[in-house]
T-cell receptor, first 111, second 114 residues
Framework: QKEVEQNSGPLSVPEGAIASLNCTYS??????FFWYRQYSGKSPELIMS????GDKEDGRFTAQLNKASQYVSLLIRDSQPSDSATYLC???????????FGTGTRLQVFP | DGGITQSPKYLFRKEGQNVTLSCEQN?????MYWYRQDPGQGLRLIYY???????QKGDIAEGYSVSREKKESFPLTVTSAQKNPTAFYLC?????????????FGPGTRLTVL
C-alpha cells in the first residue's frame, strides 16, 4: 500500500518566522511531488511542484526533495497569518497520472 | 477566464436517492478526476478519466458512477448504494496523463445526507 505521511499538527509559528512542513512517502519510484494549500472549507490550491532532488524556490515558498530519503518538505519564509491553512503533500503513483495525498499539516501563524 | 466549475456548492440528499454532481472545465485538459475528502483524512480517488468515453475506478468507486461524454464534463453520480456519502467532493483536471502533470481543483461540492 503506497502511503504519504504528514504530521497533522497544528504547527504554530509566529508571524515572520520560517514554517517547515514535512512529508515522507513510501513508493521509491515516485517521480513528482506537489504541495497544495487548503483553507478551511475551500478546495486545495496547488502552490509548488517539484520533480528533481534539491530545492525549488517560488517567492516565499521553497520545496525540498530528497528521493534517497523519500522525503519532501515545504518551507514558508516570512510566515503571515494569511498562510494559516492545511498543507497537503501529494505524490504521484509511478507511471500513472494518479496522486496519493497525505492527510495534511495544519499551520497556524500567530501575530 | 479558464477554470473548473462544480455545482451545486451544497447538496442535501435523502437516504435512498441518487444525486449527480456536476464538474466542467474550460482548460482543454485531457484528464479529469473525482476525489472525496472526509474530515481529518486525505483526498481519496473515486474515479478518473484520461480521455473522452473512457474512465477507470479509483480506490473507493463502490456506490459511485461517472460518465465522460464530452472533454469538458465529468459528472459524478452518488447512488443509493453508497453507504456513507456525506463528504466534500472535489473534481480536478490535468493537462495530460504522464507522471508530471499537475492537477487543479474545482471549488468542491459539499454533500450531506439527511
Amino acid at each position: 500500500q503506497k502511503e504519504v505521511e504528514q504530521n497533522s499538527g497544528p504547527l504554530s509559528v509566529p508571524e515572520g518566522a520560517i514554517a517547515s512542513l514535512n512529508c515522507t512517502y513510501s513508493d521509491r519510484v515516485s517521480q513528482s511531488f506537489f504541495w497544495y494549500r487548503q483553507y478551511s472549507g475551500k478546495s486545495p490550491e496547488l502552490i509548488m511542484s517539484i520533480y528533481s532532488n534539491g530545492d525549488k524556490e517560488d517567492g516565499r515558498f521553497t520545496a525540498q526533495l530528497n528521493k534517497a530519503s523519500q522525503y519532501v518538505s515545504l518551507l514558508i519564509r516570512d510566515s503571515q497569518p494569511s498562510d494559516s491553512a492545511t498543507y497537503l503533500c501529494a505524490v504521484n503513483v509511478y507511471n500513472t497520472d494518479k496522486l496519493i495525498f497525505g492527510t495534511g499539516t495544519r499551520l497556524q501563524v500567530f501575530p | 477566464d479558464g477554470g473548473i466549475t462544480q455545482s451545486p456548492k451544497y447538496l442535501f440528499r435523502k437516504e435512498g436517492q441518487n444525486v449527480t454532481l456536476s464538474c466542467e472545465q474550460n482548460l482543454n485538459h485531457d484528464a479529469m478526476y473525482w476525489y472525496r475528502q472526509d474530515p481529518g483524512q486525505g483526498l481519496r480517488l473515486i474515479y478518473y478519466s484520461q480521455i473522452v468515453n473512457d474512465f477507470q475506478k479509483g480506490d473507493i468507486a463502490e456506490g459511485y458512477s461517472v460518465s465522460r461524454e464530452k472533454k469538458e464534463s465529468f459528472p459524478l453520480t452518488v447512488t443509493s448504494a453508497q453507504k456513507n456519502p456525506t463528504a466534500f467532493y472535489l473534481c480536478a483536471s490535468s493537462a495530460g496523463t504522464s507522471d508530471y502533470n499537475e492537477q487543479f481543483f474545482g471549488p468542491g461540492t459539499r454533500l450531506t445526507v439527511l
